[in-house]
Every structure is written in structure tokens, then in C-alpha cells.
């Protein structure tokens, strides 16, 4: 029989996956600080490039210990105590005026889609989430409008990519490209066009990796890599816009190690060696003790046809 305190810890999401210990609370304003952080950081450069009255190098600004996207406003959701990537993205908005969130995490983003999903229909917030869709699979959202029967104005700027089982890392980045590629004209002149952001936030999960516990997707951190690159170069870089790289899933927590420091490596220029120095955790990444991760025989579900249907859907969606 459920007690009164189980009723007051069901209300509030706090039972679960994300049941209540006594540094909850710390964790959570860690979790909402360092995110606030970035986004302070990234109004600093901001505010600073209009005003020309400092000059600051352009920064990458990295939390992985952010990127808790399933934490709605009065309750805790698949453990995502608290929502950082809303509260740095409405500290985003007292400077910037367009910003672009993508959501790279095997689960749909829905608590950063419904916090944003009445206020947004001027596209002043962009999301992007790549994620895995099956029936039962969590959250439950996340579909593309055409398979709900939905179409609104607002939906123009919440961009849903469903992927079912098993997808490669080919297939990933190359669909990647083509939703950018037809939200964006990356060939024009971006300077004129009024949509560009003005800064970026990736979420990168890393629970869409082929030694996930979850088994969903059959990926290395290459799709990871690839397309924070690929947005880095075409956004970032070409624009002088900060960009935010936060964490979020990843429960092989070796290969998750493997992912991201491989991210910050490539972000910065660096080459690492392939075989994992000694140290304090060590014997985690064994049997291979090496930083690269090989691919699954897992069969791809998402042949050509399904991955054009996806591109064509969202082309229609943003008209
Ligand atoms: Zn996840």
C-alpha cells in the first residue's frame, strides 16, 4: 500500500528512476549551476563581440556534467532531476536572439520541447533532436508531425528526427547533413539570412554507442564527432558564434569516457593515443584497454527509403 510520503515523491517525478537521496539537491544546483555558467560565458562573448568593448577569444565551452533534457518545471523525468538546458537557454536569451539547440541523445528531448513549446512560435529557439522512436520506448514522444497528424506553426521550430533500430554511423552523419542542409543554406551567403543563430547548444548523449546498455543504435563516437564538427565549421566557426556542448545519457560509462574525450580532442586539435593510460579507473575499460570503440553486426532498420521519408517529412514541416 502506498503511503503519503510515496504520493508526495510520485507528484513531483521523484520516485523511480529518479528516486531521492540526500544530495539530490546539491547535485541539482551543481547540475543548473555549471550550465548557467556556459551560458553566461557565452553571453559574455556575446555581449562583448556587439559591443566591441573586449576582446574574447571564441570559446567552446564544455559541461558534461549537463544535458538532463527529460526534467519537465515541477517534476523530476528519466533521471533528469533538473532541467539545465532550459535554464541556460532562457539565460541564452537575454543576449542572443536565435539559438539553436541540438539534442544528440538516443532519447527524445521533451522536456526542453514542451518548456519551450507555447512560447516559442516566433523561432527565437530552434531544437533539433536525433533520437530513437519505437512504441513503449522512453519518453513516448519525438515523432515526426506527419506520423501524428499534427501541423502547426510552432511545430516549425521543434525539428523531430525518429530513428528506429541499429543505425550506422554512416547513415547517421549523412542524414545529419541533410536535415541541416535543408534547414539551412549553407552555400548562400549566411550573413544575410535572418535565422542564423547566434549561438549554439549540443546535447550529446552518449547512449546512442553501440556498447550502450540500452543496445538501440549501432554507433561510435565518429557520429558523435562528426557532427559537432560539422556544425562547428558551417556555424561556429564561420559565424564567430559560441558554442555549448553539454552531456546527458551514456550508462557504459567507460565507453561514454571514450566518447567524449574524444569530442574535447577533436575540438581542440588534438590527436590522442589509442591505448588508455594507467590510472584510478584503469581496469574499467578493459578487455581492450584502447580509447577506440568497433561497431556492432547489428542490421540497420532505417533503409534509404524510410531516412527519405524522414528528410522529405521535415522539408515539408519547416515550408
Ligand atoms: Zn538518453
Not at 543548473?32 to 574574447?56: F, H
Not at 512560447?119 to 514522444?141: A, D, K, R, V, Y
Not at 581542440?268 to 584502447?290: A, K, R, V
Not at 527509403?305 to 519547416?318: C, D, G, P, R, T
Amino acid at each position: 500500500m502506498l503511503k503519503l510520503n510515496d504520493l508526495f515523491f510520485d507528484e513531483y517525478g521523484l520516485s523511480y528512476d529518479c528516486v531521492l537521496s540526500p544530495s539530490t539537491y546539491l547535485y541539482s544546483l551543481n547540475v543548473a549551476g555549471t550550465s548557467l555558467a556556459c551560458s553566461n560565458i557565452a553571453n559574455l562573448y556575446t555581449y562583448s563581440k556587439k559591443n566591441q568593448n573586449i576582446n574574447i577569444p571564441l570559446p567552446i565551452i564544455f559541461n558534461f556534467l549537463g544535458g538532463w533534457h527529460h526534467a519537465q518545471r515541477s517534476s523530476a523525468s528519466g533521471y533528469c532531476y533538473v532541467n539545465d538546458i532550459v535554464i541556460c537557454i532562457n539565460d541564452l536569451k537575454k543576449i542572443h536572439t536565435q539559438i539553436l539547440y541540438i539534442d544528440l541523445d538516443l532519447h527524445h528531448c521533451d522536456g526542453v520541447e514542451e518548456a519551450f513549446s507555447d512560447c516559442n512560435t516566433n523561432g527565437t529557439i530552434l531544437i533539433i533532436s536525433i533520437h530513437h522512436f519505437s512504441p513503449g520506448f522512453f519518453p513516448g514522444t519525438g515523432q515526426l508531425p506527419q506520423q501524428i497528424n499534427m501541423t502547426n506553426s510552432k511545430n516549425k521550430f521543434n525539428i523531430n528526427i525518429p530513428l528506429k533500430e541499429g543505425i550506422c554511423d554512416t547513415n547517421y552523419f549523412a542524414l545529419f547533413k541533410r536535415v541541416i542542409e535543408s534547414i539551412y543554406d549553407l552555400n548562400g551567403d549566411q550573413k544575410s539570412s535572418a535565422n542564423l543563430p547566434d549561438v549554439i547548444i549540443i546535447q550529446c548523449g552518449a547512449d546512442v554507442l553501440v556498447g550502450d546498455p540500452h543496445k538501440v543504435f549501432n554507433l561510435t563516437p565518429t557520429s558523435i564527432i562528426n557532427c559537432v564538427n560539422f556544425i562547428n565549421t558551417h556555424f561556429c566557426q564561420k559565424l564567430n558564434i559560441p558554442l555549448i556542448i553539454l552531456g546527458g545519457g551514456g550508462y557504459n560509462f567507460a565507453d561514454t569516457s571514450r566518447c567524449w574525450v574524444q569530442l574535447v580532442a577533436s575540438l581542440s586539435n588534438m590527436t590522442l593515443d589509442n591505448d588508455i593510460p594507467e590510472h584510478t579507473y584503469f581496469p574499467l575499460y578493459g578487455p581492450s584497454y584502447e580509447l577506440s570503440i568497433t561497431p556492432g553486426l547489428k542490421k540497420d532498420s532505417n533503409d534509404q527509403a524510410y531516412l527519405n521519408f524522414i528528410v522529405n517529412s521535415i522539408k515539408e514541416q519547416i515550408k
